[in-house]
């Protein structure tokens, strides 16, 4: 069957606009993917991506900056994550930038962000590492809320058990809340203690009365020896002075003991002559025979002074002693 003019027309119209829509939808993936543009790759290490797509897009202070080009597993806690970024952010990236993986709204699709650095630094440059930080997922925020559920459950569970137990008035605490005689010794107990923390105030707030005015009065010995330095100075020598006689007379009793000691065990001369009896005897009897021959000795002088022959030798004797005396 031939075709007609309008079939041609048509056919063409519909070639045409098919062609137009594939140059338009290659045009835009080549757009999303930056296949036209000029790029660079930044390399980044995480732990864990968190259902992170190769294509989703990189944002940098929340612009559009490059997509995820390729999701290698370097080993079993490293995950390599290449972006392909824009080349006309190169001098707006450094190299301590900081690279996390978020997601495009509350359940949108998971992208990677990157944050500048703080502190001076040099431009990246093609297949550098950038420093990554890994945020928490949602998995491990109901994880720890669910953990933290169970201890509230818990917690809570045995709030109760010490509340029924104080209700019913056991332990100490229970006795206390239910027991009102105890309750009033209690109340008694802090009145009395109150009344004990008056009583040591008032005497700290005299004692210290009485040290200023002590300090400040040079008329009683005690406060001459805080204020004068040099009575403190005589009260310390009379002090050392009194250390020293101690210590002599430690001495002095240490020999008497020695003393009393070998008169004890009759050891020395006086032990000899205290416990010697005939020793004792003749020297009583030596000073009875000394007393009696003095006794003769005066009564022979007094013969002799009346002897006419040593009259005249005692008289001269007198009158020089009373002359002596004159003079």
Known sequence: MKQTNSQKIRLGVFVIISTILFVLAVYLIGQGKH?????????????????????????????????????EMENDSTIKVAMSIDEKIVNHIKKNAIATIGSDGLVGNMIVNIVPGKGPSSVVSDNDTIKTFSKIGADDILSTLSVSSENAAILTSDILKITNAI?????TLGILLNDTVMAKDLQLSVRNLKLASRGATKSINEINDLISSIKGDDNTVLGVLLNDSISGHKLKTVVTNLETSSEEINKILKDVNTVVSDINTRK???????????????LKSTMKNINEGTDKFNQNMEALKHNFLFRGYFRKLEKEEQKNKKE
């Open 35 to 71: 296949m036209f543009k000029s790029t660079f790759t930044v390399n980044a290490y995480f732990q864990n991506v968190n259902g992170l797509q190769e294509g989703n897009n990189v944002r940098y202070a929340g612009i559009n900056i490059g997509t995820v080009s390729s999701i």
């Open 167 to 171: 209700l019913e008035g056991k332990g």
């Open 268 to 282: 020395g001369t006086l032990d000899y002559v205290v416990r010697d009896t005939s020793l004792v005897n003749s």
